[in-house]
């Protein structure tokens, strides 16, 4: 049986194809009719080129086309300079490898703390003006080279389920203050014992995010957490959704967010074994706590104010002032599938200062602080502080 093996087929720059050209010229000019055949049959194989169209170039005055001159040919590159690149890499790898329509939204951010070395104003305006497809051309070679799931500690609170409702879309999501709520352990691989909790939460309107730690995660020890988050919030919670975990569904946070104030809030809990109900502070638990303090076990309780140390200083100011977010706005099914609309990139301080919602005593308030901080210098504290946390882990 007859088996044809196809050619395998090189790829060349125009340059290479003009030099070939160039060397094969005079032999084909030269040469017979069969040599003629020959050398266009070879050269349309290499360069894949058309047959008219090479003899075109064999007879045409290829010595007045230089290399230079090729390799000039097409659209002026405008972001070329090294330095683009350079300062690009460097904010888009602390600012733990965003995509590019956040990383664009990052730059006008970042960029006027930037001090790593001096920036013309040129470069500055190239960044500022940098588009995400530009981003993700120029980033596509470093995203190849920079590139454990933990234990679930829910136990279902059972008593209080049928006084709390399940959450279905009751909520104005575009007003400030209605906040979804979790508990991450930092457990490693074994929940025996007792070991540090980080309660997490994020206001579904902003984005908003307030971290607190405890040590285990008993009933007070969350209401504890939940009260010191709401004095820290430049707004008043109106409402509050769980899962299903005992720390949420008993009495003493009940009482605290019912009983003890004028206004209650309302409080609505997702369906059990259905995390994508509370999938805005699920999102959170990954891209704010594991990306940074990883999956190992926390089983020293000094850690708690260290932790919270952290969380209300630089971890705070880090998320809500300088960490972009695309917000989903619409999702719409068309057939067999959905169709997902999200708005641009804003900082949750981005969000608030844009609501109505928010008095200007407050918004106020949250300019003078932003106008105080320098990212690159809370990420750098930081950055100190998580590597002293996780060298106490690690010595255990």
Known sequence: MHVT???????????TKYELLQAL???????????????????????????????????????????????RRGRKKIYDDPLVMDVLKDIWVRTNLPCSK????????????????????????????????????????????????GLSTTKPGSLLKKQIPIKTSQWDET?????????????????????????????????????????????????????????????????????????????HLIRYLTHQ?????KITRSRSYQKNDNAHIENKNWTHIRQYLGYQRFEDPKLVPMLNDLYTSEWNCYFNF????????????IGSKIKKRYDGPKTPYQRLMESEHITVQTKKKLQRQFESLNPFEIQ??????IKTIINIVSQK
């Open 5 to 15: 093996i196809p050619e395998r087929k090189v790829f060349m720059s125009t340059t």
């Open 25 to 71: 010229r005079k032999k084909y000019l030269t040469g017979s009719r069969l040599i003629k055949k020959l050398i266009l049959d070879e050269f349309c194989s290499i360069c894949t080129y058309n047959r008219s169209y090479a003899i075109r170039l064999f007879h045409s005055d290829v010595s007045d086309k230089s290399i230079e001159n090729l390799s």
């Open 102 to 149: 956040r990383l664009k939204a990052l730059l006008p951010l970042w960029l006027p703390y930037y001090d790593k070395r001096p920036i013309p104003q040129q470069i500055r305006n190239q960044l500022r003006s940098i588009s995400p497809a530009t981003i993700d051309r120029l980033m596509k070679p470093q995203r190849k080279r920079f590139g454990k799931l």
């Open 175 to 251: 007003i400030p203050g209605f906040m979804e709520t979790d508990t991450l352990a930092h457990c490693g691989t074994s929940v025996a014992g007792m070991f540090v909790y980080t309660v997490n939460t994020v206001d579904i309107a902003s984005q908003w995010t307030e971290q607190r730690a405890t040590w285990g995660k008993g009933e007070k020890n969350i209401v504890q957490a939940i009260q010191d988050i709401e004095s820290a919030l430049p707004f008043t919670i109106k409402g509050f959704d769980c899962d299903n975990g005992s720390e949420f569904l008993n009495y």
């Open 261 to 265: 104030r004028k206004k209650p809030v």
């Open 322 to 333: 300088f960490y972009p977010s695309m917000k989903l706005v619409e999702k719409q099914r």
């Open 380 to 385: 750098q504290r930081m950055y100190a502080k």
